[in-house]
């Protein structure tokens, strides 16, 4: 048998539809409200709609929870309704490999590489981050008083740009989790910037939520736990990377004041001394003390540092204003960046002088905190530390944990000989891989305790 070629897990299809629009027969194109690949012909999209509205009614039969995946030889379709009546669904291939046997092309489909629980975790980012950008689909409807097609550009405008970012083939535990990567401080430094960032707030009142983060990890935040973790994904996975790119290529240009600091504006006025040029300025919905309530997004850094400040839109902001943010933030963020990095450096020293041999993913379901040294490269996905199908045995059994709402352990061997231990304690879970062909189940056991004890600081403990 030799081998032919390979077809690699893609996007087949995307699309968003109301069951409640269309009611009547010859309407069933006033369900859809997004498509892609767009230059799909009107009778498949209908088709297609009309299939999924079927499978959703007929699974209701059966379950109280709404439909959420269906298997097929070459493909699976996950399925979300995140408001009421509108359906999210998301079509991936099936990867496979073509073999040639006895002259006949034979065609092996992996089957196993497509896990429910990340790309439905994955579709559901999907909506929470065209929420941040444009509130709920009811919301929109209700600022446009009913008008669907406002609905319509809005999901054109967010997904057909959004889903050409999507890096299915990369998706794993880590897109289930959808975690916050904490840095941790200690307290003298930690009140420094919790007092910074109050008298912030109180010398310039439309500042209404604040975040502070240090080389892409979360040290405070104002806003609410849901809101600040798809803010985290856009501000690590898109805002971050683009800034760092435009800043190597000398495309950004952004001037410092010259006030002897080192902070720029990453979104807000490019130029501090022209007054007509706010730049960019992302508008962020977030549900702190209203549902919805639209903000400004002003990202400023320092150095490693950087604060995100949301302001209300009906506050005014200028370019005058941003110069007096500039001059309190400048001096005092360069300074906090420098006394972290002290800071930094010497735990990175530490850990790196004694860089465990396992490899690791953790994750707390109480303050989204997550840690992990199985990803090279964490915010690009560009490698992982282990083979692909222990990757994907994490996945497993993290699936099967969710399902099982009691704490718990479970540990598995592989026939490569890599141990897999999965943990789950008072909304902890902890996930280890440990190559060690000579242990038995009860080293295993007793290695995992002294890791849990020693690298994560006894945050996690499981009798």
Not at 131 to 149: H, Q, S
Not at 365 to 393: C, F, W, Y
Not at 401 to 421: C, H
Request: glycine share 4%.
């Amino acid at each position: 048998m030799t081998s032919v070629s390979n077809g690699s897990l893609s996007l087949l299809n995307f699309f968003v539809f109301n069951t409640e629009y269309g009611p009547r027969e010859g309407e069933e194109e006033k369900k859809l409200l997004f498509y892609h690949p767009s230059e799909v012909d009107i009778d498949t999209k209908i088709k297609r709609i009309g299939l999924a509205e079927a499978v959703v009614k007929f699974t209701e039969t059966f379950s109280d929870k709404p439909c959420q995946s269906v298997h097929n030889q070459k493909s699976r379709q996950l399925f979300f309704e995140p408001e009421p009546c509108f359906w999210m669904l998301m079509t991936v291939s099936i990867p496979y490999k073509e073999k040639v046997k006895d002259g006949q092309t034979v065609t092996e489909y992996k089957e196993d590489q497509v896990q429910d629980s990340v790309f439905e975790s994955i579709l559901k980012q999907a909506y929470k981050m065209f929420k941040l950008f444009n509130g709920t689909f009811t919301t929109i409807l209700a600022r446009a008083n009913g008008e669907v097609e406002s609905l319509r550009q809005r999901l054109e405008h967010f997904y057909s740009k959004y889903l050409l970012t999507l890096k299915l083939p990369q998706g794993d535990i880590l897109d289930v989790f959808n975690g916050i990567h904490f840095l941790p401080l200690d307290k003298n430094t930690y009140l420094r910037i919790q007092c910074f960032i109050n008298s912030l707030e109180a010398a310039f009142p439309f500042v209404k939520y604040t975040a502070f983060l240090y080389n892409e990890k979360l040290v405070w935040s104002g806003l609410e736990q849901d809101d600040m973790r798809i803010m985290y994904k856009y501000l690590t996975s898109s805002l971050f990377p683009t800034y760092l790119e435009q800043e190597l290529h000398g495309g950004s240009n952004r001037p410092t004041s010259g006030l002897g600091h080192y902070g720029k504006f990453m979104t807000g006025p490019p130029d501090l001394n022209n007054d007509k040029n706010m730049g960019k300025l992302p508008r962020v919905f977030v549900n702190t003390n209203e549902i919805d309530e639209e903000c400004y997004l002003i990202v400023y850094t320092a150095l490693s540092a950087t604060i995100c400040l949301l302001v209300n839109v009906r506050s005014p902001l200028n370019v005058p204003l941003c110069r007096k943010l500039d001059a309190v933030l400048g001096p005092q963020m360069t300074k906090l960046a420098s006394d972290i990095s002290e800071q930094y450096s010497k735990r990175v020293a530490a850990l790196n002088s004694t860089e465990p041999v396992f490899k690791y993913v953790y994750f707390n379901h109480m303050n989204l905190a997550q840690q992990t040294t199985v990803h090279i490269d964490l915010q690009k996905r560009s490698g992982v530390n282990i083979p692909q199908e222990l990757l994907r045995l994490l996945g497993d059994i993290n699936a099967e944990v969710s399902r099982d709402q009691e704490d718990g352990e479970t540990i598995v061997k592989t026939t490569s000989d890599y141990w897999v231990v999965g943990k789950k304690s008072d909304q902890r879970e902890f996930y280890v891989v440990i190559n060690q062909r000579s242990a038995n189940l009860i080293d295993i056991n007793e290695e995992v305790k002294r890791l849990c004890s020693t690298y994560l600081n006894s945050i996690f403990f499981l009798e």
